[in-house]
Nanobody, 125 residues
Framework: QVQLVESGGGLVQAGGSLRLSCAASGRTFSNYALGWFRQAPGKEREFVAAISRTGVSTDYSDSVKGRFTISRDNAKNTVYLQMNSLKPEDTAVYYC??????????????????WGQGTQVTVSS
């Protein structure tokens, strides 16, 4: 059974930084792409960033490009999301996710099968 556990969320002032981590277990971590998504109150879950199984390819939503960086450490079975220059509109629950077969970074929420429990990020103005 694949398990994903996020950590690193919290309260930060606008302009600050946070680093989220997602620890995976239950299968060979390095075989699959991973993604970060977020969901704000009253809004649909949206794509934030994704990374290929090797870490060579990444993709970002326009709203975070240039501010967030996704990376992975296959030796530690962990994916990270470094978030800089945070804005109040970044406030949301952040989730990591992975699929059953794909290795490339993909954006569609429906393609992801396994999800973590989420970690709250709150950015104050």
């Amino acid at each position: 059974q694949v398990q994903l556990v996020e950590s690193g969320g919290g309260l930060v002032q606008a302009g600050g930084s946070l680093r989220l981590s997602c620890a995976a277990s239950g299968r060979t971590f390095s075989n699959y792409a991973l993604g970060w998504f977020r969901q704000a109150p009253g809004k649909e879950r949206e794509f934030v960033a994704a990374i290929s199984r090797t870490g060579v390819s990444t993709d970002y939503s326009d709203s975070v490009k240039g501010r967030f960086t996704i990376s992975r450490d296959n030796a530690k079975n962990t994916v990270y999301l470094q978030m800089n220059s945070l804005k109040p509109e970044d406030t949301a629950v952040y989730y990591c996710a992975t699929g059953t077969s794909f290795a490339a970074p993909l954006r569609a929420t429906s393609l992801y099968t396994y999800w973590g429990q989420g970690t709250q990020v709150t950015v104050s103005s």
